[in-house]
């Protein structure tokens, strides 16, 4: 079992930055590559960012390429996203999740541990 808590969520203005947090817990968190979802109202929920294992690979929505990035810490079991240039498309809840599976996955069946989400509200 892998337990993962969000965290950096909130309200911030068009064209501003927020960082998220994911602290994970339980199973050794370098096994596990992590990836970024988020689920806007009405909407499903889409794939944002992926990073490998090692942290050395990183994969990005079109939608958020050049202005997120994910980051991770296996010494602090803890993954990250920073967000810049938001713009009000970007409000959504963001979930962190840990996926056992190698490769490029962008499909949230492949992850098999879950956050409870952030919420990010972008404004104008």
């Known amino acids: 079992q892998v337990q993962l808590v969000e965290s950096g969520g909130g309200l911030v203005q068009s064209g501003g930055s927020l960082r998220l947090s994911c602290a994970a817990s339980g199973r050794t968190f370098s096994g596990y590559a992590m990836g970024w979802f988020r689920q806007a109202p009405g909407k499903e929920r889409e794939f944002v960012a992926r990073i490998n294992r090692s942290g050395g690979r990183t994969y990005y929505a079109d939608s958020v390429k050049g202005r997120f990035t994910i980051s991770r810490d296996n010494a602090k079991n803890t993954v990250y996203l920073t967000m810049d240039s938001l713009k009000l498309e970007d409000t959504a809840v963001y979930y962190c999740?840990?996926?056992?599976?190698?490769?490029?996955?962008?499909?949230?069946?492949?992850?098999?541990?879950w956050g409870q989400g952030t919420q990010v509200t972008v404004s104008s």
């Open positions: 999740a840990a996926s056992a599976k190698y490769g490029t996955t962008y499909n949230e069946n492949d992850y098999d541990y």
